[in-house]
């Protein structure tokens, strides 16, 4: 049987049979992979607590006709902290929820692992407000697959902004000629934010933030642009908090 090492991330996993587990894995070069850990419910499993969602690990699998099977598996980054805070797993759900949804198997797609990567780092060291590292990752993630959102100038007609309506459909940014009736009219400082959760940036997020009102007209936009470009709901969305943290409300 041929055997392969990776790197990869545990997305999801299911019960199989008393003592199995299916995994769901973004690996770092074969794209999302499928695959058995068996015996991994049975205490003292070699694999110990290593294979649990969130977990950054160094794999060892052998190839099956379905299913790869686990042969090793080392943690490289357990990102604990996210599963023993309700708050912080409440976040990280619709990122592996997405990339689950999104990952292709056989298909390398490194930026799509270091994003989720990052994004779980990001949770794991407990920031005050951890629902806006979901919302860049998730407008990140679609970006990263086809669907980019559009903020530097008007998604119509390509005319610079600075422009004032948002709009799901149409991929970002109108000008005052392009939206349609209806469209969505937001301040400078929500585009602002929006640029800021589509864009590469990390450190800057936890400052941004801290404006709860436009974070949250922020919040469902990002929520019904990934929704409608992906053609799928994002269940895990809804237990997001929103009220996490020290400031205000
Ligand atoms: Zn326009």
């Not at 068996?38 to 299913?67: A, C, T």
């Not at 912080?88 to 999104?102: I, K």
Request: overall charge neutral; glycine content about 10%.
């Amino acid at each position: 049987m041929a055997t392969y090492r990776e790197q990869g991330i545990v997305l999801r996993t299911y019960k199989l049979g008393e003592t199995d587990r299916i995994l769901h894995l973004l690996t770092q070069g074969r794209g999302k992979v499928r695959a058995v850990a068996k015996g991994v419910r049975r205490p003292g499993s070699r694999f110990g607590g290593r294979l649990e969602p969130y977990s950054h690990v160094d794999l060892q699998l052998y190839e099956g006709r379905n299913l790869d099977v686990v042969n090793q598996a080392d943690l490289i980054a357990p990102h604990a902290h996210i599963r023993e805070d309700f708050s912080l797993s409440a976040c990280a759900a619709p990122m592996v929820e997405l990339v689950d949804l999104v990952a292709q198997e056989g298909e390398r797609d490194n930026r799509l692992f270091l994003l989720l990567r990052a994004g779980l780092q990001a949770l794991d060291a407990q920031p005050p407000y951890p629902a806006i590292f979901t919302d860049a990752l998730l407008l990140r993630v679609a970006a990263a697959v086809g669907f980019p959102v559009t903020v530097g100038g008007c998604a119509a007609c390509r005319r610079p902004g600075p422009h004032a309506f948002l709009s799901v459909s149409r991929g970002g940014l109108l000008c005052v000629d392009c939206a349609p009736p209806g469209t969505r009219a937001v301040d400078d400082a929500t585009v602002e934010l929006v640029r800021l959760l589509a864009s590469d940036e990390w450190s800057a997020l936890p400052a941004a933030a801290e404006d709860r009102d436009r974070g949250g007209v922020a919040a469902s936009f990002v929520r019904a642009f990934v929704e409608h470009h992906l053609d799928r709901r994002l269940r895990s969305y809804e237990q997001v908090p929103r009220e996490t943290g020290p400031g205000p409300g």
